[in-house]
């Protein structure tokens, strides 16, 4: 009757684990400092399990996508005129989204929110948000499509025009840069 379920062996200096039965599972290897599994067994991390046919954690919620999606977010009083505003991307990537959403309706005229990078407009980067109809809550979205690519530590500029809310309100802004 065996004292443990599991044993080791060192075998070409890493150190080989095995079940009561001699079957392996798993090889911590020295040389190449590397800890691997072999098909069928299952590695869980803090009640998380990991396995072999997807090398993804199962606890985990978000896709690959999402993943590899950074918001960046800005709050921007409003008011007339036209005001230049800098975010920096802190990783390099595509911006994919520019959202908007205001604290209140719209006082007197559109609120425009214009992207550019290193002096060219992002395709596709304009958020109009309509004066008619506007409420607090209102969320517009733009898809930008071309000249859209930022650079690790470069900036975003975002150029707010227009309208105001009448009461100090502000226009939030969520950027999606895709890696």
Same mark, same amino acid.
Do not use: C
């Given at each position: 009757?065996?004292?443990?379920?599991?044993?080791?062996?060192?075998?070409?200096?890493?150190?080989?684990?095995?079940?009561?039965?001699?079957?392996?599972?798993?090889?911590?290897?020295?040389?190449?400092?590397?800890?691997?599994?072999?098909?069928?067994?299952?590695?869980?991390?803090?009640?998380?399990?990991?396995?072999?046919?997807?090398?993804?954690?199962?606890?985990?919620?978000?896709?690959?996508?999402?993943?590899?999606?950074?918001?960046?977010?800005?709050?921007?009083?409003?008011?007339?005129?036209?005001?230049?505003?800098?975010?920096?991307?802190?990783?390099?990537?595509?911006?994919?989204?520019?959202?908007?959403? %205001? +604290?209140? /309706?719209?006082?007197? !005229?559109?609120? $425009?929110? @214009? &992207?550019?990078?290193?002096?060219?407009? =992002?395709?596709? *980067?304009?958020?109009?948000?309509?004066?008619?109809?506007?409420?607090?809550?209102? %969320? +517009?979205? /733009?898809?930008?499509? !071309?000249?859209? $690519?930022? @650079? &690790?530590?470069?900036?975003?500029?975002? =150029?707010?025009? *227009?309208?105001?809310?009448?009461?100090?309100?502000?226009?939030?802004?969520?950027?999606?840069?895709?890696?």
């Amino acid at each position: 009757m065996p004292v443990t379920n599991v044993k080791t062996k060192w075998i070409d200096g890493n150190l080989v684990f095995y079940d009561v039965s001699m079957n392996e599972i798993a090889t911590w290897d020295g040389t190449n400092r590397k800890f691997s599994i072999p098909s069928g067994s299952e590695l869980e991390v803090d009640g998380v399990t990991v396995d072999e046919s997807t090398l993804a954690m199962t606890g985990v919620t978000a896709s690959a996508a999402e993943l590899n999606e950074q918001v960046l977010t800005m709050d921007i009083a409003t008011g007339s005129g036209s005001t230049d505003f800098y975010i920096v991307a802190p990783h390099a990537g595509d911006i994919t989204k520019i959202y908007t959403v %205001i +604290d209140a /309706a719209i006082a007197n !005229a559109n609120i $425009t929110v @214009t &992207a550019s990078i290193g002096g060219t407009a =992002v395709t596709g *980067g304009a958020v109009t948000i309509a004066y008619s109809g506007s409420a607090a809550g209102n %969320i +517009d979205i /733009a898809s930008p499509s !071309a000249a859209n $690519t930022i @650079t &690790a530590g470069a900036a975003i500029k975002l =150029v707010v025009a *227009g309208g105001t809310t009448g009461g100090g309100d502000k226009v939030h802004i969520a950027i999606v840069i895709t890696r």
